[in-house]
């Protein structure tokens, strides 16, 4: 089990401030190395003050801790490697906000001489190793306080999340030109060899990553904006759940589900009303409060009405509730308007989430050496960009499928015009 005397707390500083971290022209500048129990170490690879490159060598088979993981790996592939955010949210249930340290040095840097890019390689070395001691003791103070229970819960997910959150971004997603007009000219600086990097973050509320860099919202484009994806293979393919939370939670209740149409199959316990109906009464149930009428007459609403019941009594009474794959707990402490509500919904969207890690994680040892790739991944779909002659969609939706889960598909030349497909 991994202790804090085991690990070198490690802070990658990029040349530029802004840019993402494999931007083609964002190189690292600086290298903040804190062994155990040792004095810290500022090492240059791309800095003004010292134009000769250290060296990762000692770092190879070290345990690490780090502000983001996904920044350091962009470094080098480090096989241990944790990160103090996703640590931080485990504990308080937030992002670990580092803002407050400031540096006046940095601070005047950055504010005056915004328009450099690579403003970091000649800020001075010793205000680089002030702002990382700085952050190395605020994770000192409090990488001892997670206990053994959720410990092992961290490390699991803190693997394979981050890991595989971190696959679909360095490949980037290859772009149009008129990703400027559709988003502004300050979209340009973050285009590196026809490609944008987006940016999955994990420490959310409810645990479902948001995704956004350079000014573009990834996992909320507007249908006409999303054309300025577009395909470095042969063609992009959309794989998209069908009524994925409704699934998930008969998954968790026991409910099977015909592999026919979920809001069809639930028509028949609303009376006479349309699918459209149908379709919208059992999302207002499900995110609003279920009548005890309907889950009388509703036997999935009732499963529904019993688990969410039971997720409730457990979090007042334990103090915390569990997802049902990784364990993450959901602490009573770190919520002050929690409901039931909400509760169920937190409850749903961390399930996917988890769900979805492990689903990335085995999409990615399938696509290993292949030249299909997994470029865009939001909540309920999937986003491919695929090599025609390697014939891997039938496998790609078995593995979606799994568990009795039904995909559609769709394709075409860019993000924004996709038409339905049968597989």
């Given amino acids: 089990m991994v202790t804090l005397e085991d690990c070198y707390i490690v802070i990658p500083i990029f040349a530029s401030p802004t840019r993402h971290s494999r931007h083609g022209e964002n190189s690292l500048s600086v290298l903040y190395v804190k062994p155990p129990n040792e004095p810290s170490e500022i090492r240059t690879f791309n800095h003004l003050d010292n134009l000769e490159a250290g060296t990762l060598d000692d770092l190879m088979n070290v345990p690490m801790i780090t502000p983001n993981k996904k920044d350091l790996l962009s470094v080098y592939p480090f096989p241990q490697v944790y990160d103090a955010s996703l640590m931080w949210y485990y504990l308080t249930g937030n ?32 205000k680089h190793k002030e702002y990382c001691d700085a952050v190395a003791v605020r994770i000192e103070t409090f990488y001892s306080l997670l206990k053994d ?18 696959s679909i971004e360095r490949v ?22 026809n490609k944008m990097y987006t940016d999955y973050f994990l420490c959310t509320s409810a645990g479902r990553p948001s995704n956004s860099f350079g000014g573009i919202n990834f996992a909320a484009l507007e249908p006409k ?12 393919m959309e794989c998209d759940y069908d009524a994925y939370h409704v699934r998930i939670l008969g998954d968790l209740i026991g409910y099977e589900f015909p592999k026919t149409s979920v809001h069809e199959h639930l028509r028949q316990y609303y009376g006479n009303v349309t699918y459209d109906e149908s379709k919208a009464m059992s999302f207002k149930y499900l995110y609003g409060t279920i009548p005890p009428q309907v889950g009388e007459m509703n036997p999935f609403f009732k499963g529904v009405k019993d688990l969410s ?64 790739i997994l470029i865009l991944y939001n909540y309920d779909s999937f986003l491919f960009d695929v090599h025609e002659k390697e014939n891997v969609i039938s496998d790609l939706m078995e593995i979606l499928q799994k568990g009795g889960f039904i995909v559609k598909a769709k394709s075409g030349n860019n993000f924004g015009d996709m038409n339905e497909v049968n597989i």
């Fill in 95 to 126: 992002d670990l906000d580092l803002s407050d340290i400031r540096i006046n040095c940095l601070d005047v840097m950055y504010n005056k001489h915004y328009s450099i890019e690579n403003i970091n390689a000649v800020i001075p070395l010793l």
């Fill in 149 to 166: 229970d959720q410990l092992t819960s961290y490390i699991e997910y803190n693997n394979n999340a981050i890991l595989a959150l971190y």
């Fill in 172 to 193: 980037g997603v290859k772009v149009d030109p008129q990703v400027i007009e559709l988003f502004g000219s300050k979209v340009e600086k973050h285009i590196s060899e």
């Fill in 225 to 236: 904006k999303r054309t300025f994806i577009v395909a470095q293979n042969d063609y992009l």
């Fill in 309 to 372: 019941d039971l997720l409730w009594t457990n979090f007042n009474s334990d103090g915390f509730i569990e997802t049902p794959i990784y364990k993450r707990r959901f602490l009573k402490q770190n919520y002050d308007d929690m409901s039931a509500n909400k509760l169920l919904n937190y409850y749903i969207q961390a399930t996917e989430t988890e769900r979805n890690i492990r689903t990335i994680l085995e999409i990615q040892r399938y696509l290993y050496k292949k030249k299909t």
